[in-house]
């Protein structure tokens, strides 16, 4: 049963306010969206989303995403490329005018086969899905502005074709990018203020007797982009989302164009049910009270979450504000009516749903041929021989939390630092065990394979070092003082609440030697002149270039002593890419004594 959106009610906190505040299949603008008389004499308009894939080209496991709640509580399985196409087709059949766009997060591609193959699978999938256009998602920055624009848009090899990227697609073809454009208003150039995409695109749909109406796209990504984790950009800044939205909606509407849509990679959560809204709250529903009223639908993304929602704009009308979940779960469609002379959304007439991509329906063989391809390749790729090691690399720690691959770690990081040009580094450091969050740390190198053939042992596979190390995150070089980092060192030890102390262990790169005395009270176990770096002893008052994860700098485990760090400087991959490229660099690696810190 559809409910109509007449009355209005308030949200208390905040000042949002909302229309009928829980809303069934589909939501209706108001009553007359419903009633197939009042419809009648408009411009039909179709706009298809999907948001956050993330390369699942396969159907997700029930336990990643692949079961989501709908009306009543009621489970529905959901998810894969090729049950998506087909719902694709059955939704733009018989449409003349149907937009269908992305709100972002298409990549970083988390399942392997993806990832490995630099994101290019996601890609080759979306161009056959003839995607129209996508906002950029702070993933699609994950690698580095140059990548999204340089070869994810235009094909261009980045940087090594074959190796790292342009591979062979599922056609026999070298990778030539994507058959659509990205956009974004608020992510722009430190040193220009310039946008790193365009801001905004038009649409223009046939009216008929030969006439067209134009549909503007709003495109704007979540504003932590240029220092989040594992999209760190110091090269970006971003700009305040709802003032960049306004501005460019104010340009449209001088430009005459009546039908405005925001396309953001930005939402929140309202509730569990895929197709209504409860209890809304985040950052899109502030937006939504704020927001020009000459937009005329918010498209939403990046909170990995599902909601379809009537939402007052600031004049009391209500406009669709909707996310369609993650990994291909749902596809979400808000149909407009268009006045025919003047282009205008007649904003009471609009529809939205979101629909369930489910599996109870023949699968596309084509994009289900795709997927596949890629996985088989994924399996060939994974099996390549990489380099070759000496003994066993472990996370088996001795009593001063030191392991062998924690030392292959921080030797990693202090390598990667030094391959950015005109880059210094003094030292490096990574969380062994994090006091918070993720560990980078997910699998052992050992020597022998026992499924292996004994002239096997000492090879590194490809696969091994891509799942024994690396969440995704960068390494940056920072400036910090000799201060920061004696206080990073003492918060190895942490007191907790209940009186325990927690231990979280540094790995030192091998130029580095810390000696500690853990009979002295918590904050005071780490003389300075007791760290000796290249052979002298820490100067609190001095600066230092450390190389480390992002994730630490800016405190996500635990560590808050690098709060305020300057001049970072970041290389153009992951820890994933880089580390394979350590490898590369260095074909026999052997484990180094655990040595580098020790008690006194």
Known sequence: MSRSFGRRSFL?????????????????????????ESQRGYVDVQLLN??????????????????????????????????????????RAGQRNSIFFSSGDNFSGWPFEVDIHANEPTIEVLNKLDLDFSTVGNHELDHSPSFLIDHMERGIPYPVSGRDDNFIDSTGSRFRGANFP?????????????????????????????????????????????????SYQPALHSLDSTVAANDVAATLKRRGIKAIIVNIHDGGVAGND????????????????????????????????????MVNDPNGVPRPVVEAGNY?????EINLKLDRTTGAVIRELTVSTNHAVTRDIPVDPELQDIADYWTAQGVKRAATPLAKQTADFTRTANSSGQTTMGNLAADWAFWDGQQIKGNTVDLALVAVKPATGSSPFSGDLLYAKSSAPADADGRILFGEAWKAFGYGDPVLTVTVTGAQIHTALEQQWQQQSNGTVKF??????????????????????VDPADVLIDGKPLDIAANYRLAALVY????????????????????????HE???????????????????????
């Open 328 to 332: 291909g779960q749902l596809i979400n």
């Open 182 to 230: 990205f956009y974004s208003a608020n992510i722009v150039w430190s040193n220009t203020g310039r946008t790193i995409v365009p801001p905004y695109n038009i649409v223009w749909v046939d009216a008929g007797s030969g006439r067209k109406l134009p549909i503007a796209f709003i495109h704007l990504t979540v504003p932590d982009t240029p220092t989040g984790s594992t």
């Open 274 to 309: 895929y197709n209504s809204g409860t209890s809304p709250s985040g950052p899109i529903f502030d937006m939504a009270a704020k927001l020009s009223p000459d937009i005329a639908a918010l498209v939403t993304g990046h909170w990995h979450c599902r909601f379809n929602m």
């Open 12 to 36: 208390g906190g905040a000042g949002v306010v909302l229309g009928s505040a829980a809303i069934s299949r589909p939501g209706l603008a108001s009553a007359d969206a419903a009633d197939p």
């Open 50 to 91: 999907i948001t956050d894939l993330h390369g699942y080209l396969q159907p997700p496991a029930a336990t990643d995403g692949g079961v989501i709640t709908g009306a009543g509580g009621v489970k529905v399985t959901v998810g894969g490329v090729g049950y998506l196409a087909t719902h694709l087709a059955q939704l």
């Open 578 to 600: 880089s580390f394979i490229a350590y490898l590369r660099a260095h074909p026999v690696i052997t484990p180094t004594p655990l040595d580098r810190v020790a008690p006194k």
């Open 504 to 525: 979280a262990p540094f790995a030192v790169s091998a130029n580095v030697t810390v000696r500690y005395d853990d009979t002295r009270a918590v904050g005071d176990r």
């Open 552 to 575: 630490t700098l800016i405190g996500a485990d635990g560590y808050t002593a690098f709060t305020g760090f300057t001049d970072p400087k970041r290389g153009p991959n992951r820890d």
